[in-house]
C-alpha cells in the first residue's frame, strides 16, 4: 500500500507546509501545526455530482455582461435580510459565525420555517432529526417545504443535492462535515476547507445559496478562520452575551452590500424574536432620575441606538481600587478616568469605579465616551441626569469633546423618543441645522463644560 500523504496545517491561519513548524510564519501563532493526512484520489472522483461538472468557459467583454437586478429573495426576515444588503443573492454563499450555544441553529431554523415559497434543505450533522423537529414546535411554526437531512458526507449530500434540487441549503455546520477525497478526520484544516470548496462548486454552479455555521473558538475566531472567509461572500457573526436576551447579527464581509449593517434578535422561549426598535428596549424603564445613569445615542452599524450607560462610584475600601466594565473597554475607562483626574481635577484615583452598559451589549462607538464620563460624574456627585437628556460625543486625550460622525442620525433618533436634549461636540455644531430640530442641542468644548452644565 502507497505510504498515506500528510502535510502540516496551521490551526489558526490555514497555512501549510511539508514539515512541522514551531511558529506559524504566516500568522506568527506558536504551536499551531498539526499533521493531516490528505491523500487525495484522482480528480474525476470529486465531482460526482452534476452540478459539481466544469463547463468549458470563455471571456467575455464586461459591457456584454447582462446583470439581473432585485433578483435578491426576500427570507422574510426583516434583520437577515438587512445584514445581507436587502435579501439573499441567489449563488451566494454565506458563513454565520458564532459561539456555541449562541443560537446559530435556532435563528436558521426559523429562516427555513418562516419561508413557506421556497424548497429549504437544512442538513444537520449536530442534532437529530427529532431534535430539531422538537425545536421547531418550540418556535411554533411548521412548513411542509422544510425539509431536515441528518447528514454528514459531503458525497452524499450532493447526491441529495442533486435529485432534490431545492432553493436554499443550510449546512449546520461545516465543521461536522467531511469528504471521502481527503483523510483526514472531519473538524481539522484541511477538510473544512475541501468541504466548503466543493459548496462553492456547488452554489456558484447551481445558483442556490448556501448557508453554512460555523463555530468560533473561545478567543473569537472561527475555527479553521480565515480560509473560510476569503472563501465565502458573506461572513456574519452572531453575537451577544450568554446571559442577556439580546443578539447582534454582524455583517463582516459582504460582496453584495455594506458590512456596516446590523440586525438585533431577542431570545425568548419560543425562539428568537426580531427587534425592530432596539432603543426601547436597551433603556430601563424608570420614572425618577437615578444617579450614576446617562443616555448614549450610539449608531451602530448604521442604526441609530440609545443606549443606556450606568456607573458607580464609591470609595475604595480596601487597597488598590477597582476599576471594572462590562460591555465597554476597560482600558477605555482607565484612560477616560485619568483624562477626568488630570483635566479636571476630579480626585477618582481613590474610589472604586464600576461601569455597566445596559443590555450586556459591546459597543464600539467612540460616541459613548460622553455618556460614560456624565454617568461617572453624575454617581461622583450623587445628582441624578434627567431622563430627558442624552449625550453623543467622543473624548481627547486633552479633555476637549471631539466630533463624531452620523450626527444629525443620533439627533433624530433622540428626538424621536422622546428627549428633550442632547450634548454634543461643539466641532459637531457647524454640520447641522438646529432649526430642523425640536430638541434642545448643547454643543460643548472641553469636558468640564459638562461637568458645570449639568451639576452647577
Ligand atoms: P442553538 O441555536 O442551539 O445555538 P447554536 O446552534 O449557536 O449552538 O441555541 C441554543 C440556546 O438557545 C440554548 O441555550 C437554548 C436557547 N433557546 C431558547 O432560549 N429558546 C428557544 O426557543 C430555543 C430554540 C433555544
Ligand atoms: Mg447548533
Redesign the pocket.
Known amino acids: 500500500m502507497a505510504k498515506a500523504k500528510t502535510m502540516f496545517f496551521c490551526q489558526n491561519c490555514g497555512a501549510q507546509s511539508s514539515k512541522w513548524l514551531g511558529r506559524c510564519p504566516s500568522c506568527g501563532e506558536w504551536n499551531t501545526y498539526v499533521e493531516e493526512v490528505i491523500q487525495r484520489e484522482d480528480h474525476n472522483h470529486l465531482h460526482r455530482s452534476s452540478f459539481v461538472k466544469d463547463t468549458p468557459r470563455k471571456p467575455h467583454a464586461i459591457t456584454d455582461i447582462a446583470i439581473d437586478r432585485e433578483q435578491r429573495a426576500d427570507l422574510h426576515n426583516a434583520e437577515l435580510n438587512r445584514v445581507l444588503g436587502g435579501g439573499l443573492v441567489p449563488g451566494s454563499l454565506i458563513l454565520i459565525g458564532?459561539?456555541?450555544?449562541?443560537?446559530?441553529?435556532?435563528?436558521m431554523l426559523q429562516v427555513a420555517l418562516t419561508c413557506t415559497d421556497k424548497k429549504i434543505l437544512y442538513i444537520t450533522g449536530e442534532e437529530s432529526e427529532q431534535q430539531t423537529r422538537m425545536?421547531a414546535d418550540?418556535?411554533g411554526i411548521n412548513n411542509d417545504q422544510c425539509f431536515i437531512l441528518t447528514e454528514t458526507s459531503v458525497q452524499m449530500i450532493m447526491e441529495h443535492l442533486d435529485a432534490m434540487n431545492p432553493d436554499i441549503v443550510i449546512i449546520?455546520s461545516i465543521q461536522t462535515l467531511y469528504t471521502d477525497t481527503i483523510d483526514s478526520s472531519a473538524g481539522s484544516i484541511s477538510q473544512i476547507r475541501e468541504c466548503a470548496a466543493e459548496f462553492q462548486r456547488y452554489s456558484k454552479l447551481s445558483q442556490t445559496p448556501v448557508f453554512l455555521?460555523g463555530h468560533i473558538t473561545k478567543d473569537g475566531t472561527l475555527a479553521g478562520p480565515k480560509i473560510l472567509e476569503h472563501m465565502v461572500d458573506t461572513v456574519l457573526n452572531?453575537e451577544g452575551d450568554r446571559n442577556y436576551g439580546y443578539r447582534i447579527l454582524r455583517s463582516v464581509k459582504n460582496r453584495f452590500g455594506s458590512t456596516s449593517e446590523l440586525g438585533i434578535y431577542e431570545?425568548?422561549?419560543?425562539?428568537l424574536r426580531e427587534v425592530s426598535n432596539p432603543s426601547e428596549i436597551l433603556i430601563s424603564q424608570r420614572d425618577e432620575a437615578v444617579s450614576g445613569i446617562a443616555i448614549a445615542a450610539t449608531v451602530e452599524g448604521l442604526r441609530p441606538m440609545l443606549i443606556e450607560t450606568q456607573a458607580l462610584v464609591s470609595s475604595a475600601a480596601y487597597g488598590t481600587p477597582q476599576r471594572s466594565s462590562t460591555g465597554f473597554d476597560n482600558r477605555r475607562l482607565n484612560m477616560l478616568l485619568a483624562v477626568l483626574e488630570k483635566r479636571c481635577g476630579f480626585r477618582l484615583g481613590v474610589k472604586d469605579i464600576f461601569l455597566n452598559i445596559a443590555g450586556g451589549l459591546k459597543v464600539d462607538d467612540p460616541a459613548i465616551d460622553l455618556a460614560v464620563v456624565a454617568s461617572i460624574l453624575s454617581s461622583n456627585e450623587d445628582i441624578p441626569i434627567s431622563t430627558k437628556t442624552c449625550f453623543a460625543g467622543e473624548v481627547g486625550l486633552s479633555g476637549e469633546i471631539r466630533a463624531i460622525s452620523r450626527v444629525e442620525q443620533r439627533i433624530l433618533e433622540a428626538e424621536k423618543l422622546g428627549f428633550e436634549r442632547i450634548y454634543i461636540s461643539q466641532y459637531n455644531q457647524k454640520g447641522i441645522d438646529s432649526k430642523k430640530f425640536d430638541i434642545e442641542i448643547l454643543p460643548l468644548k472641553k469636558m468640564y463644560d459638562l461637568f458645570t452644565s449639568l451639576f452647577r
Open positions: 458564532g459561539e456555541p450555544g449562541i443560537g446559530k441553529s435556532t435563528l425545536r418550540r418556535v449546520d455555521i452572531f431570545m425568548t422561549d419560543k425562539g
